[in-house]
């Protein structure tokens, strides 16, 4: 069981059952890709509910993980107080682990300022 909702600039995935596996996994992966099979946008996995996660689970969360950032966007994982954090923050140690969805938002703010005061950078070189 799972809940996507969707804002203006997040999709939030909660996971609301305690054992996230493979075949989970597969479901949310469908439910968010577009039409053409992409997947897009900023994405906070709320994992705060899972006990258990799976390796293939894993593998395409840091699969999902990495895209997000390929193609400039953000992602973040909530895992409150839940026993995957250790797992999570020894499968990589670049992931965001944030507590609470709102610090989520929060961190997905910042790296979308700060991509655009790069970008503005970027463009004010280009003119000098």
């Known amino acids: 069981m799972f809940k996507i909702d969707t804002s203006e600039k997040i999709r939030t995935i909660r996971v609301e059952k305690d054992h996230f596996d493979a075949n989970l996994t597969a479901e949310i992966t469908s439910a968010l890709q577009n ?8 994405l906070i996995w709320d994992l705060s509910k899972v006990q258990r996660i799976d390796e293939d689970s894993l593998s395409i969360l840091e699969i999902i993980y990495d895209s997000c950032y390929a193609q400039g966007y953000s992602c973040c994982i909530v895992c409150g107080k839940s026993p995957i954090c250790k797992i999570l923050k020894n499968r990589n140690t670049e992931w965001n682990l944030v507590p609470t969805v709102q610090e989520a938002i929060d961190l997905i703010g910042l790296e979308e300022l ?15």
């Open 114 to 128: 700060e991509r655009d005061l790069l970008q503005s950078s970027s463009t004010e070189d280009e003119f000098d």
């Open 35 to 42: 039409t053409d099979g992409s997947l897009s946008g900023n």
